[in-house]
């Protein structure tokens, strides 16, 4: 994932949180806000509840191979936030929760 692509500032965070629609799944949260660029960026954020870092680091790089690989509405800011029931399920299964959710509400 291209860096223009990650969002990395705490104050970004914070702001799209606190301004944003919110999407509630069983396996994530997903806050998402209209920027005025004309491409997506993204920040993922795994708790340290779903496991040790090499399993937080496999479960992000999941998901932005996911939202690299499809093409959702452009021009949005998302904060996805993991939650641990996605240990059970496939990559799969994950990426249909995603498709799911940002497709259904766009």
């Known amino acids: 994932m291209n860096k223009k692509y990650i969002i990395k500032k ?3 965070i914070q702001k799209i ?3 944003s629609k919110k999407i509630v799944n069983k396996y994530f949260i997903i806050y998402l806000v209209n920027n005025n660029l004309k491409y ?3 920040c993922v954020s795994v708790s340290k509840k779903i496991g040790k870092a090499n399993i937080r680091n496999l479960y992000k790089r999941r998901i932005k191979d996911i939202l690299m690989k499809n093409n ?3 021009s949005n800011d998302y904060v996805i936030i ?3 029931p996605i ?3 496939s990559y799969q299964e994950i990426n249909n ?3 799911k959710c940002l497709k ?3």
Do not use: V
């Open 72 to 74: 959702f509405n452009s």
């Open 97 to 99: 929760e995603i498709i």
């Open 104 to 106: 259904g509400e766009n």
């Open 10 to 12: 705490n104050e970004e």
């Open 87 to 89: 240990l059970d399920i």
């Open 40 to 42: 997506n960026r993204y």
């Open 17 to 19: 949180i606190k301004n």
């Open 82 to 84: 993991l939650r641990k």
